[in-house]
Structure formats: structure tokens, C-alpha cells
């Protein structure tokens, strides 16, 4: 049996809990519709609040708020944003506590996030002033050109519910640092902390540059994709939230910026740090336990080290605090975020038994309160099953053996998934030619879910384009624009 951190201690209380309400125009509005989610703790399955479902009409009212946001310089955009910085910063300990209440997450995990929310509005603040184009000049004989870049507009924003603070902030900063207005949609299950943000914030942002409206991805993601005067929608989420709001944007010919789904490949070659590797997937394929697009959960390890590698993986992760975050600032895994995807994970765990694999620890839900699946490590998983293929998003690592280099890159790119990769080797050469034949946005190496808000976020073929972080963003969510003059004398 499992043994699990319980408690009886509540992360939050009451009067903690944000307005549960639409954020139109500078102000919190009592909802159009008496249809509401329930939030729960997925900690315990007890119900935290009742967040409405907002309506078309309620979108539309958001997307009409248009301030002069547009006409503001860098460098008062950039004053705005690192106001909003310091206001995440001196309620960070509320906001931590709001995540790991509503999200399941292990104290280390929400302070990371609330961490990244504050640094990457420092890094767009700056970013705002740091532009660089094309230098203006005469391309053409007695005619000047110069480039100008501008906002795009009304952008709509839509959040999935693993890093709900964490990647609001990953759309809205570069959005708001690029000069557009936006309407963000948090997902009905984890909505508290972005709530939460907008209620500190709100005076210190102008009215209606920053919308939230709540509800279902069907009725309010849908009406920000087909809306005619939103100029672009962002979604991080699952590939079939992608593809359904890439075809409604389609109809308008707006543009689309899709972070979706993953399934890493680690490739672990017989030269490697065993021991480095096994620590490494330790934290990147459990971390938010493995609810993660980015997780290292595809492992594909020379068969001449494959046995001693999983017995150094399985000896880390038998390692794991697991339990409620208010158990204890030392619990490393927490819930899955709710009973469907507490299902959906143990279903994906007896699928892949079922076609070969075998548990080499873990492989069980936990009796009692909460949505607690054991850290998993699925050994003898055959490519093209669904344990290889499939995003699990769970505590789950497989491991594959592979038997030369070629065929190592081979199975890496197989999926239809492109956004991560780790490759793990001492040899030099090896660990700059392998990355460039692995089809993802970022590959790194002999480390894997090291982020940092300079560089950019994206993937390739199923995980969707654009990037997030860095400049790249506020160059997502801006357009350029060519002025030329004729300065001929005659």
C-alpha cells in the first residue's frame, strides 16, 4: 500500500477565494447565466467553488472593451507590466496557496510557478523596449523605407488548467507588452489563481485591457475563434482543442498560436551518465506529477545499458513524497488535477499492460480521498502501442530500448507529437548532430524541462506553432508593417 501525506488543514480559506465572476471592462460583472462549473481540491474531492459559465454574448461585451492600450509607448507598457510584476510578488505566498488548492500542486511546484509568472513580466516589460528591425534606408534608388511593428488587436487567450497562472502569463505578457487588449479564457477546472491575479491587478491595469471570461471551451473558446473582430487566438491545450479552434479561426482567416500536446523522447545512448539520467527524469517526468506537455516520459535507452538504467530510475522514483499539498512542504507529488483525468490516466496505465508492458514500479491508483495515481515506471513497451505513442500526462515513464543511433532518431520522430527531446551523452559530437535530426522545438541535452523565459517555447507537427517566451512571442502577437517614400527632387 502507498503510503500517502493526508491532511486536514485547508490551503485556503473562504474569504481567500477571488470573485467568482466575469472580468469585463475593468470590472468584475455578475453573470448573465445561473449555469456554474464546480471547482474542486483534488486533494480530497470536495468542492471549492462555483465558477460561472459565460455566454457568447458576455464574450462579445469583452471583446467591445477597446482602450487606447494600442497608443501607449514601450516604455509604458513595460512601467504597467512590472507593476503587475510586483503585485504577483507581494501576494505570491496567496497565490501559491490558490494553485496548490485548486491544481493539486506540491508547494515547490506552485511557487515555481508564481516565480515564472513574475519573471516573465519582467522579461516582456523589457522586451517591449528592445525591438530590433530592419534598419531604415533607401533599398531603392530615392525612396527611404522603414519598418514599423504594430499590435495586432484583440486577442483572444485560452488557458489549459495544469499551469493556469503560469500560462495566462505566457500569453498575456507578450500580448500586453506588444501593445493588444485581450480576453482570456481559464479552463473551468483550475480558474481560481487567474481570478485571483485579475482581482490584485485591477487597478493597477487600464480598464478593458485585460478580460477573463469563464465557461466551456465550446462556448466561449469557440465564440473567440470565430469572433470577427479578435485578430488572433492562443491556445495552449490538447491537440483536439487546437484543431477545433484552428478550423473556427479558418473561417476568418485570423491567425492561430497553438501550444499543444507532447510526448518527449529521452535518448538515453550507452555512453551516458546512468545516474545523471535517472535523477534528470526524476524531476522532469514527474514534475506537476508528469502533467506537463513538456514532461520526460518517452525514455529510449541502449539496450547494453537498459537494465542497469531502470534500475537507477526505479530506485529514484521510489524515492517520492507523495500526498496533499497541505500535508507538508516536502510532498513531491500531488493529485491529478480532477476524477475524469484521474481516470483517463489509470485506464492509459491497464492499456498499456494489456499490450506488453510491464510495471516495473507503481501502476496503481490510490484507495481513499483524491485523485492519487502511483509514480509509474512502465518497462518493455513496444513502439507503435499506445503507452509509445500517446500523451499519458500522468506520473508515468516508459522505457524502450533501442539498438543504434539511426534507429534511436528514428523512433524518437515517430510520434506525430514534435515539441521536446532530450538526448543524453558524453560524446561530443554526438550531442550536437543528434539534436538537429529530432523534430522538436526544443531538444536539450544531459538535462530535460529546463526553461527559461529568454529563449523560445513551440513545438512542431502535432504540438502545434508559434512560441511562447522570448522575443519570439511579442513577435507572434505583432505584425510589420513596410512605409516607403518617394523623396525624388525633380
Known amino acids: 500500500m502507498t503510503d500517502i501525506r493526508r ?3 485547508a490551503l ?6 477571488p470573485p467568482l465572476k466575469h472580468f469585463i471592462d475593468g470590472a468584475f460583472r455578475d453573470p448573465a447565466s445561473a449555469e456554474t462549473a464546480t471547482v474542486v481540491n483534488p486533494a480530497t474531492g470536495e468542492a471549492l467553488a462555483e465558477v460561472p459559465r459565460g455566454t457568447v454574448d458576455e464574450v462579445d461585451a469583452a471583446v467591445a472593451a477597446l482602450p487606447a492600450w494600442r497608443e501607449t509607448t514601450p516604455k509604458e507598457r513595460a512601467d504597467v507590466l512590472n507593476r503587475l510584476a510586483d503585485i504577483v510578488e507581494e501576494n505570491a505566498d496567496l497565490l501559491s496557496r490558490i494553485e496548490s488548492a485548486n491544481g493539486g500542486k506540491p508547494k515547490e511546484v506552485a511557487d515555481d510557478d508564481i516565480a515564472g509568472t513574475v519573471d516573465v513580466l519582467r522579461f516582456s516589460a523589457g522586451a517591449a523596449r528592445a525591438y530590433t528591425e530592419l534598419g531604415a534606408g533607401d533599398y531603392v534608388t530615392d525612396h527611404t523605407s522603414f519598418i514599423l511593428r504594430e499590435p495586432l488587436g484583440v486577442i483572444g487567450a485560452v488557458v489549459p488548467w495544469n499551469y493556469p497562472l503560469l500560462m495566462g502569463a505566457w500569453k498575456f505578457a507578450p500580448i500586453l ?22 482581482e490584485l491587478i485591477a487597478e493597477a491595469l487600464p480598464a478593458g485591457v485585460m478580460n477573463v471570461v469563464t465557461g466551456r471551451g465550446t462556448v466561449v473558446g469557440n465564440r473567440l475563434a470565430d469572433h470577427p473582430d479578435i485578430a488572433m487566438v492562443a491556445l495552449t491545450g490538447s491537440v483536439g482543442s487546437g484543431q477545433a479552434v484552428a478550423t473556427a479561426a479558418g473561417e476568418s482567416l485570423k ?3 497553438l501550444e499543444l500536446g507532447g510526448k518527449a523522447p529521452l535518448l538515453i545512448f550507452e555512453d551516458a551518465d546512468l545516474a545523471a539520467a535517472a535523477e534528470g527524469i526524476r524531476a522532469a517526468g514527474y514534475w506537476n506529477s508528469g502533467q506537463e506537455c513538456g514532461a520526460g516520459t518517452r525514455v529510449l535507452v541502449h539496450e547494453s545499458v537498459a537494465s542497469e538504467f531502470v534500475d537507477l530510475l526505479v530506485e529514484q522514483v521510489s524515492s517520492f513524497v507523495i500526498g496533499d499539498p497541505a500535508a507538508g512542504e516536502d510532498v513531491e507529488i500531488g493529485p491529478l488535477v480532477s476524477k475524469g483525468h484521474f481516470d483517463r490516466v489509470v485506464s492509459a496505465i491497464d492499456t498499456a499492460v494489456q499490450e506488453g508492458a510491464s510495471v516495473a514500479v507503481g501502476g496503481r491508483a490510490v484507495e481513499g480521498d483524491g485523485f492519487f495515481v502511483e509514480p509509474t515506471v512502465l518497462t518493455g513497451v513496444e513502439p507503435g502501442t499506445f503507452a509509445a505513442s500517446e500523451e499519458i500526462f500522468g506520473p508515468v515513464v516508459t522505457v524502450e530500448t533501442f539498438s543504434t543511433e539511426e534507429e534511436a532518431v528514428r523512433r524518437a520522430n515517430e510520434t506525430p507529437y514534435g515539441l521536446s527531446a532530450s538526448v543524453w551523452t558524453t560524446d561530443a559530437a554526438r550531442s550536437i548532430d543528434v539534436p538537429r535530426k529530432i523534430d522538436a522545438g526544443t531538444v536539450w541535452v544531459n538535462c530535460h524541462l529546463v526553461l527559461a523565459n529568454d529563449v523560445p517555447w513551440g513545438g512542431f507537427k502535432g504540438s502545434g506553432y508559434g512560441r511562447d517566451l522570448s522575443l519570439y512571442a511579442l513577435q507572434d502577437y505583432s505584425r510589420t508593417k513596410h512605409v516607403q517614400i518617394n523623396h525624388a527632387r525633380r
Not at 12 to 17: G, K, P, V, Y
Not at 177 to 198: D, H, R, W
Open 12 to 17: 485556503i480559506t473562504a474569504d481567500e477565494l
Open 7 to 9: 491532511s486536514t488543514t
Open 177 to 198: 507588452a506588444a501593445g493588444n487588449t485581450l480576453v482570456l479564457k481559464p479552463s473551468e477546472q483550475t480558474p481560481l489563481s487567474m481570478l485571483k491575479f485579475i
Open 255 to 257: 491567425r492561430v498560436h
